[in-house]
């Protein structure tokens, strides 16, 4: 096989190694840090600032290695460098469940207890863990280009093929980690493949090397090459990363409130992001010649058609409901559906993501200079649009949204790539008035960007996706379906960094709380659950002075346990900072409990909560949504209930509200099991009627 070939080849592997490995990351150190917005933010900064600090050390790196071995008269041996690099992260990936113990064990004889200290101590030793192999990690882009491109003028094609590969890698790697893998083979099988992929792709690296050394001694240098305003091409990178990081978190908030918020819908979504970018950077490489106003016209196209997909957004769980309803409500056809939902996405995002795809090699082509600094060119450009991705996932995929809602996060990101077009267009400009054009321009495009109206939120938070049979407007397209179909009236509504929530009241003494689309609990329909839910434990336990209830919703269950003599303090953990927000609303059926002294809610994550709080319960109480929400199967986890189980004080009781609707005979046998081997004694009780 062709030495390029083959290398790109691994690095299809090793792309799918380390995405396989993200995923796995997210999923153990919930267990550490929690499944709150502030956890996943960081998990995915701390992987991203790693990424960053690697595409620019190694690309910087690449450099010195080339000058260091020309002036020897040597081979700078990338390819074996690189091997070198890529048995790490295949060593650190068998080794991570053992440093996860290790560090799992230092977390919990380290302090907690005052303000946020305990999250900090926490993300800190999260970043010994994933932020060295990140890191590694960052050495693929730039020491491939520099080792694999024949010369200047061959590397902006040879660019473009390694980040599209290694990119395509990661596209399988996230579907088949959040749809088989981790399901299927559990978290210590699937580090341990992602290990062996790394480890065999390094073997091969180091194979290849003697091929490379003698195909680039038989390589001209090429002639240098100057690159011109690299302070701006820097900053559109940056922009560029920015924007399309915060439209996927916008993209799959959507999603969930489309397709409903499993882990499916994330993995679909990441997919279909992946995959595109993953076009676009093979469509780069296939040109003979790139044309000087590509890049400017790319991200013209691609700010024009994100600002069309922004006008129909709010129609998304109505065409969601429409793709639905062609299926029967059957397992069988639980595959071809989500099938369908990924071809569907593809077809809408195909076109926009891959136009960003392809900016990262458009850059690049700018940017590039002499043969022997191609692989710094690349590192300090995907840096810059890595630094820019990070900031994307913690302004508009978290921090954002305390303040604003989806459909402002969206608009900033379009006004982020406004910008970038408008910079790279006044690049390409011959003259002065040629560069005012763009100015005047994006000005208008912003203008244009402010007059937009929001989202609507009848039509974000219908629930459609629960809807698997057709209505008799169901074909009638979504204006006509939207002024036919309502739940009720919206009282509160506000996007989250967590969920999308709005209370809905579709009667004058009905309220119902609507989390991405799903109702939770209303009152009074599930009053008499959610009272019992506070009542039955109470009554079987030693005695009831404090209280620990998962999750507000209503607020029934919370507020019946303050309002017992008996009870002194009840802690509520509640990780949507809408609902707590919106608690006061409730308080006309659950005895005003927002206001009862003796309950205090606390944001965050059920998990790390109970773990991080101080003396024992006398009841705990969990009352989650359905465990195919994505987040919450970790309240159904035997971790969890070990958790509550060493939080109860003796002759306490931990008490579990579970679903049996949509939910199987196997979910529910796998639910008791865990029940059975933590808790000495265990009951099930029915509410009938």
């Keep these: 096989m062709d030495l390029r070939a083959a290398a790109l080849l691994l690095a299809v592997a090793t792309g799918f190694g380390g995405l396989v490995q993200e995923v796995a990351w997210q999923r153990v150190l919930a267990t550490l840090l929690g499944s709150h917005s502030e956890a996943t933010a960081a998990v995915l900064a701390l992987f991203l600032g790693g990424l960053a600090v690697g595409y620019r050390v190694f690309g910087s790196l690449s450099r010195r290695w080339v000058e260091a071995a020309a002036a020897q008269g040597r081979s700078p041996r990338l390819l074996l460098r690189y091997a070198v690099i890529e048995a790490a992260v295949g060593v650190w990936a068998l080794g991570f469940p053992a440093l996860f113990a290790i560090v799992r064990g230092l977390s919990a004889h380290l302090p907690h207890e005052v303000g946020g200290l305990g999250f900090a101590v926490d993300i800190a030793l999260s ?45 399988a790697g996230a579907l088949a980690a959040g749809l088989w893998l981790v399901p299927d ?9 992602a290990g062996a992929i790394h480890l065999v792709a390094a073997a091969a690296y180091a194979v290849l090397e003697p091929r490379a050394a003698v195909a680039r001694r038989a390589t001209p240098a090429g002639p240098a090459s100057a690159a011109p305003h690299a302070g701006v091409l820097c900053a559109i990178a940056l922009l560029c990363g920015f924007a399309m990081m915060s439209v996927q978190a916008v993209l799959i908030r959507v999603g969930a409130l489309a397709l409903g918020s ?61 793709l639905r309803i062609l299926f029967r409500d059957d397992p069988a056809a639980f595959v071809p559906y989500h099938v369908n939902a990924f071809v569907c996405l593809l077809g809408i995002l195909a076109l926009p993501v891959a136009l ?42 978290y ?95 506000d996007d989250d960094p967590i969920a999308s929530v709005a209370l809905i009241a579709p009667r004058p003494d009905s309220l119902s709380v609507v989390t991405n689309g799903k109702p939770d609990s209303a009152v009074p329909a599930d009053r008499t659950t959610t009272c019992l839910a506070a009542l039955i434990p ?48 409730f308080d006309f059926a659950n005895l005003a409990a927002s206001r009862n002294p003796k309950l205090q809610i606390v944001r965050g994550d059920a998990y790390r909560t109970l773990q991080r709080a101080s003396g024992p319960f006398d009841l705990i109480v969990s009352e989650p949504s359905n465990p195919w929400v994505a987040g919450v199967e970790m ?55």
């Design 538 to 585: 109470a009554v079987l336990a030693t005695r009831v002075e404090r209280a620990f209830v998962v999750g507000y919703a209503t607020g029934v269950t919370a507020g019946e346990l303050a309002a017992l003599d008996e009870v002194r303090e009840v802690r509520v953990a509640e990780i949507s900072p809408a609902i707590a927000r919106a608690a006061p609303l």
């Design 185 to 193: 083979l559990g978290l210590v099988a699937v580090l341990r493949l």
């Design 262 to 322: 499993s882990q499916f819908t994330f993995s679909i979504v990441v997919a279909v992001f992946v995959l595109c970018i993953a076009l676009g950077s093979f469509a780069v490489s296939a040109l003979s010649r790139v044309p000087a106003l590509l890049l400017p016209a790319s991200l013209w196209a691609l700010a024009g058609l994100l600002a069309l997909l922004y006008l129909e957004m709010d129609a998304a769980p109505y065409w969601a409901h429409r």
């Design 356 to 397: 960003s795809g392809a900016t990262l090699p458009l850059l690049f082509h700018d940017l590039r200079r002499r043969a022997g600094e191609l692989g710094d060119a690349a590192g300090l450009l995907y840096a810059w649009n890595t630094a820019g991705s990070l900031l994307g996932a913690l302004l508009g995929g």
């Design 635 to 689: 309240l159904y986890s035997r971790e969890f209930l070990e958790a509550a189980r060493a939080r109860l004080a003796p002759g306490g009781v931990h008490a579990q509200w579970f679903h049996t609707y949509e939910s199987d005979a196997a979910s529910i046998a796998t639910i008791l099991r865990s029940y059975d081997a933590v808790f000495e004694h265990t009951a099930v009780w029915y509410k009938l009627g």
């Design 399 to 493: 921090a954002l949204l305390f303040w604003l809602d989806l459909h402002h996060v969206f608009r900033i990101a379009l006004a982020a790539l406004v910008l970038a077009a408008a910079l790279a267009a006044r690049l390409g400009a011959a003259s002065r008035v040629g560069r005012r054009v763009p100015l005047a321009a994006g000005i208008a495009a912003l203008a244009a960007l402010a007059a937009l109206q929001g989202w609507d939120p009848q039509r974000l938070s219908s629930g459609l996706f629960r809807n698997r049979q057709p209505l008799a407007f169901s074909s009638e397209g979504p204006a006509a379906f939207f002024t036919r179909f309502s739940r009720g009236e919206i009282v509160f509504y």
């Design 127 to 171: 970043a010994c863990l994933i932020g060295p192999p990140a890191v590694l990690m960052g050495a693929t882009i730039p020491l491939l280009t520099q080792a694999l491109a024949r010369d200047v003028g061959d590397a902006t094609r040879l660019h473009a093929l390694v980040y599209a590969s290694n990119t395509a890698g990661a596209f």
